[in-house]
């Protein structure tokens, strides 16, 4: 949500669209100045920018926390493969070594 926007600005269609002109613009103004919508508005706005770059940051250390938990699951793995290798090769070893006829 960003009322970064033309939409609070302008007049709202009534004044354009009605086929009486109701002199109604310039109560709009004064009622706009005189609930500072352009600094609530402003302030508003901070305010979300400020909660987006909080969410932006949030997401990125949760995306970095999970790439480090994948990146320890593929060294376990791999230690176990090569653990798997090194029995497999130590096994193979034996039978030459006793001469026994691998099947």
Do not use: C
């Amino acid at each position: 949500m960003n009322l970064y926007s033309e939409l609070t600005d302008s007049l709202p269609d009534l004044f354009w669209d009605s086929k009486y002109e109701l002199g109604l613009e310039g109560y709009y103004d004064m009622v706009g100045r005189a609930l500072d919508t352009k600094q609530r508005i402003e302030t508003l706005n901070s305010k979300m920018d400020y909660a987006q770059e909080i969410a932006e940051v949030l997401r990125v250390q949760l995306s970095e926390k999970h790439s480090g938990r994948l990146e320890w699951i593929i060294i376990a793995l791999i230690a176990l493969e090569v653990g798997f290798e090194v029995r497999q090769e130590v096994k193979e070893w034996r039978r030459e070594r006793t001469g026994e006829v691998a099947w």
